[in-house]
């Protein structure tokens, strides 16, 4: 948590409004990108990495929107993502490097190079059509945030939303913007019917904290307000203390949870940070210009909880750590859960009552 021993700059990002100042090099590309010197000569006021960056929206033309995964670390199997890439610009997020598979980097393009995938309601209509599906539960933001500020214009998560409550397909959400209660009309619907759980991240009660660490998401009060507004209308919630951050926000696990308990959350879990691939150095970027006192600390902190590196892709332990950090972050976790009342056993959502949705192509169906 930060405070008068634990000095942020606010201003340390090379790119205004943007988590990361980097564009490291594209792990499937020979390209690299190096500031030409002679250029910034004739710019005195400007250096390298400091102008604007411009978000870009590209059109996706993908042809499903659904994606299936079987890994034993998610608890979930499909998931559905509007936008690749992801204008929240958190230092720490895991879904950076699927950005170099499109042939951007991992740093400011993930923050600014976004694609949209303009037919998404559509292929998720087309997807629930198919004769072998049976209405089992599909997770919104698998990867990015589906309610990131793009959502205020292209309105695909709200869309896809009204696909499912037609269709009576349960969903669970995961977001870490209040923008979700833009759609609590068609979340209190679904929650009628037991066809919706809504995650909501939360990371830090600091303000300050939360405005370097996830620059273009939503404040921990309007946080928390969502989780709120979202309990009134029926919603099932719960909170997601993730990523954990050793040395950074740890302290404040029993304070997050207070506060997410006393909003309406119902349930809360979390995971350790982790720095896969390009991660690594975006976020060790982000900590030694925003919080340089603490970094060489929190590293050593983030070595203890992964063996002595940076990650742990082994399954089992990637979202959890290993070593004595991370047991204490555990057992704190634990304590704090069952004081609160988070760790009431978890509704399934029910599939039951699914139908497929009227077939894109106007066909009807024989049986």
Request: charged share 25%; aromatic share 8%; hydrophobic share 35%.
């Amino acid at each position: 948590m930060a405070d008068s021993s634990f000095p942020l700059d606010p201003l340390a990002s090379p790119s205004p409004g943007r988590g990361s100042g980097l564009s490291p090099q594209n792990r499937f590309l020979p390209i690299v990108v190096v500031p030409d010197p002679e250029y910034f000569e004739d710019q005195p006021d400007e250096r390298p990495g400091e102008r604007r960056q411009p978000t870009r929206f590209l059109s996706d033309a993908s042809q499903s929107v659904v994606s299936e995964n079987d890994s034993p670390d998610v608890p979930f199997r499909y998931s559905l993502n509007p936008y690749r890439g992801c204008e929240h610009g958190c230092a720490y997020c895991y879904a950076r490097p699927y950005h170099e598979y499109l042939g951007f980097n991992a740093g400011v393009d993930f923050e600014t190079q976004l694609l949209v995938k303009e037919r998404a309601p559509k292929l998720f209509r087309e997807f629930l059509c198919r004769p072998g599906w049976r209405g089992e539960p599909i997770t919104f933001s698998g990867v990015t945030d589906c309610y990131q500020p793009a959502e205020r214009r292209f309105r695909l998560t709200r869309g896809c939303l009204e696909v499912a409550l037609e269709a009576r397909q349960p969903v669970a959400l995961i977001t870490k913007n209040a923008l979700v209660l833009r759609d609590v009309d068609v979340l209190a619907q679904l929650a009628r019917h037991n066809l919706v759980e809504v995650s909501i991240s939360l990371t830090t009660l600091d303000r300050e904290f939360a405005r370097v660490l996830e620059p273009r998401t939503s404040t921990p009060e309007a946080r928390l307000r969502a989780i709120r507004e979202l309990s009134a209308a029926g919603v099932r919630v719960r909170v997601l203390t993730a990523p954990i951050l050793p040395g950074l926000n740890d302290s404040e696990i029993p304070a997050l949870l207070a506060a997410a308990a006393a909003a309406g959350a119902r349930w809360a879990s979390y995971t350790l940070l982790r720095l896969p691939l390009s991660v690594e150095p975006v976020f060790r970027d982000w900590l030694h210009r925003h919080c340089p006192t603490r970094a060489p600390r929190v590293e050593a902190l983030i070595r203890q909880t992964r063996e002595g590196k940076f990650n742990d892709p082994r399954f089992g332990s990637r979202m959890k750590g290993t070593g004595l950090i991370a047991d204490q972050i555990a057992q704190t976790f634990k304590v704090f859960s069952k004081r609160h009342g988070l760790t009431n056993p978890r509704e399934p959502l029910d599939s039951s009552q699914f139908r497929p949705p009227r077939d894109p192509s106007g066909q009807l169906r024989l049986f």
